[in-house]
Nanobody
């Protein structure tokens, strides 16, 4: 059974930094892309960053230069380092991965491409 569990969300002051973790079980993470999404109330889930199974990464324009995705395949854990957090950053962060088949070197920032999701972790950036 595939399971993803996010952790690390908390209250952070504007301009602050935080690292989220995503623990993955039920599959060998090295073979899979991993992605981070986020969502604000009343809005669609939006892609933040993804990492392919061959080292490639992609970032949305809204977080480019502020966030960094990484992965530790031996620990079966992905991370999202977030810097310069802003009040208007959507506050619920999800990690996700795909159901096979998997194409080498690809990752996507489209929610419909992902079959397995965590429950989300909340990052609060007050005014």
């Amino acid at each position: 059974q595939v399971q993803l569990v996010e952790s690390g969300g908390e209250l952070v002051q504007p301009g602050g930094s935080l690292r989220l973790s995503c623990a993955v079980s039920g599959l060998t993470l090295a073979n899979y892309p991993i992605a981070w999404f986020r969502q604000a109330p009343g809005k669609e889930r939006e892609g933040v960053s993804c990492a392919s199974n061959s080292g490639g990464t992609y970032y949305s324009d809204n977080v480019k230069g502020r966030f960094a995705i990484s992965r530790d395949n031996a620990k079966s854990t992905a991370y999202l380092q977030m810097n310069d957090l802003k009040t208007d950053d959507p506050d619920i962060y999800f990690c996700a991965t795909v159901r096979p088949p998997i194409r080498l070197g690809e990752c996507q920032l489209t929610a419909y491409a992902y079959a397995f999701w965590g429950q989300g972790t909340q990052v609060t950036v007050p005014s």
